[in-house]
T-cell receptor, first 116, second 110 residues
Framework: DAGVIQSPRHEVTEMGQEVTLRCKPI?????LFWYRQTMMRGLELLIY????????DSGMPEDRFSAKMPNASFSTLKIQPSEPRDSAVYFC??????????????FGPGTRLLVL | DAKTTQPNSMESNEEEPVHLPCNHS???????IHWYRQLPSQGPEYVIH???SNVNNRMASLAIAEDRKSSTLILHRATLRDAAVYYC???????????FGTGTKLQVIP
């Protein structure tokens, strides 16, 4: 398996522009997570989906952020409009329900976003 | 979420064993203990997990205290490639949301 795939790997944009990050989870995984990592705040969970349905979006910082999962093999995280404080590394992860032990999450390589 | 406490940083000499501690005094009976590590410029990767008994895999060993309020990740022979941030997290059965703390930054000295 190719693992979790994220695109783009790097994104540089100007303040006010729309940014769309993409993620392809591991085939067969029914959970998908979006995380953001900064030096100041560490690794934060933004939102996660189960079977394409958003379960918990309490970590989404504000209305400028939105996430969708139109099918089991694709998810997007959109920022509109982007601001410099959104600069971070955004990770997508997926996992598979398989038992009552909190499933292992598999992370993608991340998208490094810089908003100027 | 139950919280975990880890030292901010640790050092180890290459080819020596490393014991990374984690305290989780508020752990519940259904919480599994997971360890992930994050190499520089990469996403976190799974290392090992356990519930009550000690666990071994090709990467590491996990020693869990009898009262489950603490655990230790053991790297038997540290290599330079083991230099990373190691996260200890708790994950309840059937509940996918987990919280990553600040982790322990391991430095391996040649």
């Amino acid at each position: 398996d190719a693992g979790v795939i994220q695109s783009p790997r790097h994104e540089v944009t100007e303040m006010g522009q729309e940014v769309t990050l993409r993620c392809k989870p591991i085939s067969g995984h029914d959970y998908l997570f979006w995380y953001r990592q900064t030096m100041m705040r560490g690794l934060e969970l933004l939102i996660y989906f189960n079977n394409n349905v958003p379960i918990d979006d309490s970590g989404m910082p504000e209305d400028r952020f939105s996430a969708k999962m139109p099918n089991a093999s694709f998810s997007t995280l959109k920022i509109q409009p982007s601001e410099p404080r959104d600069s971070a590394v955004y990770f997508c992860a997926s996992s598979q329900t398989g038992g009552n032990y909190g499933e292992t999450q598999y992370f993608g390589p991340g998208t490094r976003l810089l908003v100027l | 979420d139950a919280k975990t406490t880890q030292p901010n940083s640790m050092e180890s000499n290459e080819e020596e064993p490393v014991h990374l501690p984690c305290n989780h005094s508020t752990i519940s009976g259904t919480d599994y203990i997971h360890w992930y590590r994050q190499l520089p410029s990469q996403g976190p990767e799974y290392v090992i997990h356990g519930l009550t008994s000690n666990v071994n895999n090709r990467m590491a060993s996990l020693a869990i205290a009898e009262d489950r309020k603490s655990s230790t990740l053991i790297l038997h022979r540290a290599t330079l490639r083991d230099a990373a941030v190691y996260y200890c997290i708790l994950s309840s059965g059937g509940y996918q949301k987990v919280t990553f703390g600040t982790g322990t930054k391991l430095q391996v000295i040649p």
